[in-house]
């Protein structure tokens, strides 16, 4: 059944789906990421729980009008504006007055997602019929998506995808370095309110997949997870685009193989699952990864410095730097240094004594500043430059 | 005369008293408040110039989701008698409704159908599916219910009470004679009855159709792709041409289900919208309880190919359902 | 032409701002809520010349130099920068924050933090060229980074992101220098090679105007300064404005001083 659905085998229903949800992953996680290098990823918390208003007066605004109080794009419209009128709230408050940007975060989320709850109560009281399922945006309802809703999705998906590409270098240089990128001629006002812009666009776009509760974990945990893997923003974007359409597109046809499982929930799910994965086993900047390097450059110190003591005729104290010595075949079991040992003991007295020399030595500054009590100094200076430098350890020899 | 200091006193003591007077010395109807049209319909029948009816959820509106507002609240306090449908229909309103109960007279009507008669729910113990007036036999049952209810609150008008319900459930029963005449005139391979829950569930066993539902018996227990999947099939299997909307419930899931065959090649469509959880607009035929299973049963009938007269039992249906 | 301050007059005599300076300021002031930061300066930035702004601390050095790249909004004033206002001779003029500004987790390595120096070049969608990394690469080479180019920026010393950030300046080939508090925080060894960079960059011909803290290595590094304590103390060469009088004035008692040496 799993692998029925994981190669879009289930029928029209799943496919739509999972199609849906892969490309909102996309772009969610691409969006994220720019949330998320820019701290602003609280903002988009905000701005989904604003949207919940601004349904419900759609919904009341349609039916007075004699039409389908349920007609998406109208609630979308809806959503969508009460959405940016939660994020002006949030600017205003953090600009016009003394209250941080958390503070304003959490009073617009907690007042607009509360008046949305109040007009949901009105309207399931509504002479109206029908009204059922506006409750369906807050943890989304994929089993109903059709073909137009599948439409609005790609569209939307589309169009914000061309924006991060137009706008990645300003939105980039405005979470980094906002004073500089002034002074270089970047509007950042307008660059900061495309970026929540472009995440009140997936917020809305995405409503009806994961519900605006769980659409932050889509915006921001892919994001997180690709950090692990590059340190160059370009790359975290793309990662994170990948990131998030792999667990749409898991999560959707997870939740299509199996009966009772919610689409919305399991993607985030998927999300997470990549995220401690990434983590846990990234290369270079996993937490395996970092204790094992942790643990190389340690045993690394402790020869060091064990052959030091060798060389100097001083005794080893510490257990460990006697066990790695022994592993390493420079000492004995009982101590006395083999002639590996000796000979390396030799080198690394020697390149310490050539440290302390360059270092004294004003001409070589930089080369001076790469000291770290391990790089041997022939990795930094030419032989000549070693040569000249050998001739100073032995003052007879000038 | 003038008025004495001492009068002045007695007065003022016997205004408390006047105010304390039971509220329905101001007008003599009892007060009641149903939770559901269905029963706010019967209530007002059996009830006549007697009672003073208010209803909870009106024409749309979802039982199963349906939560109190502080006006229902307000309403129900100053009711003597509230008329709830129990069998955990109102699922929201369950623990007010029983913390009411021990206050004034609450009757849950709907359990006043006998247990042999409901159906068990598949994964809940000790749970039935509530959705009774579906059958006309076993609403009959219920407005006996409301009687006994009104009786117990107002026994000097038992009589009254007693000979409304009896007349109505004659009508009632002419409805259920319709309702099997005209679902026998459905071919049996036809006899499929698909809609967005699974409100139908008496329908089909007391009419010999196998009833389907996209969500459970409760509309708050979400659909899953794979049931539509699972739906999908079974429409292209058994060529089956319509399934159904219902009022109070979401179309999204039945569209979808069109959808999903439609890609199979296999051609749906929605046969007529159904009032499965809440009655038509109050002051039309669909507003009642008659005219509201009427409704049903003759869409029912006339989309799967049975044979009908569109105007229902007496003709009154409007146009068009 | 430009009139210096007379200091020891206590009067202030307005300056008459040459057109085409490469910064001129007239009138600027800027508050924070009711509080002004800089209050009605006037200063003309004196073409080819190294400047230092310098100043207690909160005098509004770092504010002025905000000001007039537009990064915060004046009460009142007029800046222009080549003769024209800052919004059209941004192509000429490069800035360097001070180090404290900027998100040192950003995921970014050193090579890109200097081709950010070129996005005014390459507009949104522009490809980076080879030619124009060779440039960036002469750049971090010119400030001796150049062995850093794929480190992630957040793992370099203080001294070593300060020199990352002159050659994202250098990159942008300016005719314009502002630069905040260059030398905060960074080694003797930066600060050496920074200056170097400067001095390389105003034999070119350009102009250099930095906030700086050390009033030791004034008269080293700088020919000119502006002494700023919300209003203008004194501005003019090394030796006409960095006295003792005029010192005073700007610190108060605040001066601990003995090491310093100043003109007259």
Redesign the interface.
Known sequence: MLIEALTLQLGYNATLVTIGATLLGLTAGAVGTFLYVGKRALVSDAISHATLPGIGLAFIAMVMLGGDGRALPGLLIGSALSAWVGLLCVSWLTYRTRLTEDAAIGAVLSVFFGAGIVLLTVIQSMRAGRQAGLEDFLLGSTAGMLWNDAVILAVGGAIVLGLVLLLHRPMALVAFDPDYATATGTDVRRTELAMMGLALAITVVGLKVVGLILIVALLIIPAVAARFWSDRVERVVLIAGGIGGVSGYAGAAVSASAPDLPTGPIIVLMAFGIFALSLLFAPDRGVLAVFLRHRRFQARVHVRQGLLALAQGQPIYERLTLRLMRRAGLIRADGVATETGKAQAARALLDERRWEILRADSRHEWAAARYDGLTPLERVLTPDQLVELDRSLRPEGV | MTLSRRHLLKLSAALPLAAAAPAFAATDKLSVVATTGMIADAAMIVGGDLVEVQTL??????PH???Q?RTDIVAMNRADLVLWHGLYLEAQMEELLLELAEKKPVVAVGEAVPQDKLIAHEDYDGRFDPHVWMVPALWGDVVRGVQAAMTEVAPDQAEMFEANATAYIAEIERLGAYTKDALTTVPTEARVLLTAHDAFGYFGSDYGFEVMG?QGIS?E?????????EL??LLVERDIGAVFVE???????I???I??A???GHDVKIGGELYSD?MG?PGTYEGTYLGMIDHNVTTIAGALGGNVPSGGMDGKLSAGG | MNVTLAADHGVLTPVEARADAPLAVRGLTVSYGEKPAVFSVDATFEPGAMTAIVGPNGAGKSTLLKAALGIVTPLSGQITCFGQPMSKARARVAYVPQRASVDWDFPTHVIDVVTMGLYRQLGLLGRLKARQVTEAMDCLARVGMDGFADRQIGQLSGGQQQRVFLARALAQKADLYLLDEPFAGVDAATEKAIIAVLHEVKRQGKTVVAVHHDLATVPEYFDRVLMINTNVIAEGTVADAFTEANLHKAYGGRLATAQMRVAG
């Open positions: 959820m009106g024409p749309g509106v979802d989701a349906y939560r507002t996209i509309t227990s979400e659909a899953g792709l794979d049931r539509i999947a999908v099939d009022t109070s419930v979401s179309d999204r899931n569209k979808a289900l959808e999903g439609a890609a199979k809440a607009e």
